[in-house]
């Protein structure tokens, strides 16, 4: 299998499994991935966490197969990836990219599709669309002119220029840039501590960070939603869990419920 799932306290682990290519994605893998992300969305986690077997995390579009003369680069992206990356971004609990070696092209995307980036200080990572004369994809406009701002990003687009994990943190593309040997402990670290948390709270809150993004409500709208967002959390057992514990000094336990 090209995608691989494992469970593991309340954590999915999915891992793109073609390393023998970079886990460059083709047509196949596209589909195992998008039937893997359904069943991490449908199944009982409170997080996940998306990385890549082998040397990187993965390399982009399969290009082996490209029949530049015949192929409809439009519908391939239409029916084929942007789904996987759509997908991504529609689950509901939180999802962590845990990104080493090269995160390029389609790589990239999925990586900045998920909620949270980290990377390993070595990785590679960016979109080189420039060497093979095609136009940036996989949501990477947006993602590089709201994180790291237009000009930054059209010098990246231009130059097909790739960065360093440590450079993607420090502009803002990533969350954070780690130790390579350090990076797979502290994700399964950071996705355990969040996938204990209150899960329907955060699955509020990234829905109303996901209408910002996407609407740019008013202040005022924001409020709004954030009372009837906290309206909903407080009818959860993992409130009412929460304000007892508050209230008997002592730590929480979530349910996820």
């Given at each position: 299998?090209?995608?691989?799932?494992?469970?593991?306290?309340?954590?999915?682990?999915?891992?793109l499994?073609?390393?023998?290519?970079?886990?460059?994605?083709?047509?196949q893998?596209?589909?195992?991935?998008?039937?893997?992300?359904?069943?991490?969305?449908?199944?009982?986690?409170?997080?996940?966490?998306?990385?890549?077997?082998?040397?990187?995390?993965?390399?982009?579009?399969?290009?082996?197969?490209?029949?530049?003369?015949?192929?409809?680069?439009?519908?391939?992206?239409?029916?084929?990836?942007?789904?996987?990356?759509?997908?991504?971004?529609?689950i509901?609990f939180?999802?962590?990219?845990?990104v080493?070696?090269?995160?390029?092209?389609?790589?990239?995307?999925?990586?900045?599709?998920?909620?949270?980036v980290?990377?390993?200080?070595?990785a590679k990572?960016?979109?080189?669309?420039?060497n093979?004369?095609?136009?940036?994809?996989?949501?990477?406009?947006?993602?590089?002119?709201?994180?790291?701002?237009?000009?930054?990003?059209?010098?990246?687009?231009?130059?097909?220029?790739?960065?360093?994990?440590?450079?993607?943190?420090?502009?803002?593309?990533?969350n954070?840039?780690?130790?390579?040997?350090?990076?797979?402990?502290?994700?399964?670290?950071?996705?355990?501590?969040?996938?204990?948390?209150?899960?329907?709270?955060?699955?509020?809150?990234?829905?109303?960070?996901?209408?910002?993004?996407?609407?740019?409500?008013?202040?005022?709208?924001?409020?709004?939603?954030?009372?009837?967002?906290q309206?909903?959390?407080?009818?959860?057992?993992?409130?009412?869990?929460?304000?007892?514990?508050?209230?008997?000094?002592?730590?929480?336990?979530f349910?996820?419920?």
């Amino acid at each position: 299998m090209a995608v691989e799932i494992e469970e593991s306290n309340g954590v999915a682990y999915l891992t793109l499994n073609r390393p023998e290519k970079l886990n460059s994605v083709d047509e196949q893998m596209a589909g195992e991935l998008l039937g893997a992300i359904g069943n991490v969305a449908a199944g009982g986690s409170r997080a996940m966490v998306i990385s890549g077997a082998g040397r990187g995390f993965c390399a982009g579009r399969d290009l082996e197969g490209a029949k530049p003369l015949t192929e409809d680069a439009e519908a391939i992206l239409t029916d084929t990836f942007n789904p996987l990356f759509e997908a991504i971004r529609a689950i509901s609990f939180p999802t962590i990219a845990q990104v080493h070696g090269p995160a390029l092209g389609v790589g990239l995307g999925l990586a900045l599709a998920c909620d949270l980036v980290y990377v390993a200080e070595s990785a590679k990572v960016g979109s080189p669309f420039a060497n093979i004369g095609a136009v940036l994809d996989s949501g990477g406009h947006r993602y590089l002119v709201e994180r790291v701002g237009s000009h930054r990003a059209l010098e990246l687009i231009y130059t097909g220029r790739l960065i360093s994990g440590t450079e993607a943190a420090a502009v803002g593309l990533v969350n954070r840039a780690v130790e390579d040997e350090q990076l797979v402990d502290i994700v399964r670290s950071l996705a355990e501590k969040i996938a204990g948390g209150p899960t329907a709270a955060f699955a509020l809150s990234k829905s109303l960070v996901q209408r910002i993004e996407d609407e740019h409500p008013t202040f005022d709208a924001v409020l709004a939603a954030e009372a009837v967002a906290q309206g909903a959390a407080a009818r959860t057992a993992d409130y009412t869990e929460g304000i007892t514990a508050f209230q008997d000094k002592r730590r929480a336990s979530f349910s996820g419920e």
